[in-house]
């Protein structure tokens, strides 16, 4: 069954032009989260767990695996101050990205969704300069709500350059 289905399409919303602060942070973040979805469109199961462009062993399952448990550290774990597991990695060390032979894409891509719903709801009445603590290695590491914004569109940003060549190496598609 995991070979006959296909990624869905998604619409893609552009940010408005003018605005405030934080409705431009999270749309341009929205923006993103559809580039990924959009690369990962009308694919079979198999061909995004495809690693398209060798040596990488990047996937585009893997780059949703890894965005999803990224979306949980940020937004719930060190936002909202969550105790969570990793559901792809728990120990980090690289099974989001790598561990795709024998996963379910249309159940990590709906996990992906759902991540995203509880990501805007851990941060939806915190202020862009709320302080949060670190959660990591580096308790020093303190930031704003602001910050995770900006780095999280990073994150897609970079991450959706990778999806762009492993979109184009799996069957020539490309685009925004």
Sequence with gaps: MDNEWTAPNVKRVEPDRIGGERAALEQFLDYHRMTLLMK???????????????????SLLGL???????????FRMHANGETLDFPYDPDQNGADFLATASADAKSNLEAYGREIEAAREAVADKPLDMVVPSRGDHPERTRDIRWIYLHM??????????????????DGITGE
Excluded: F, M
């Design 40 to 58: 990962c469109a009308g694919l079979t199961a198999p061909q995004l767990k495809e690693q398209a462009v060798p040596p990488s062993t990047l």
């Design 153 to 170: 569109i990073e994150e897609y940003a970079r991450h959706n350059g990778h999806a762009d060549l492993l979109r184009e190496a799996l």
């Design 64 to 74: 949703v695996r890894h965005v999803t448990e990224v979306e949980r550290w940020w």
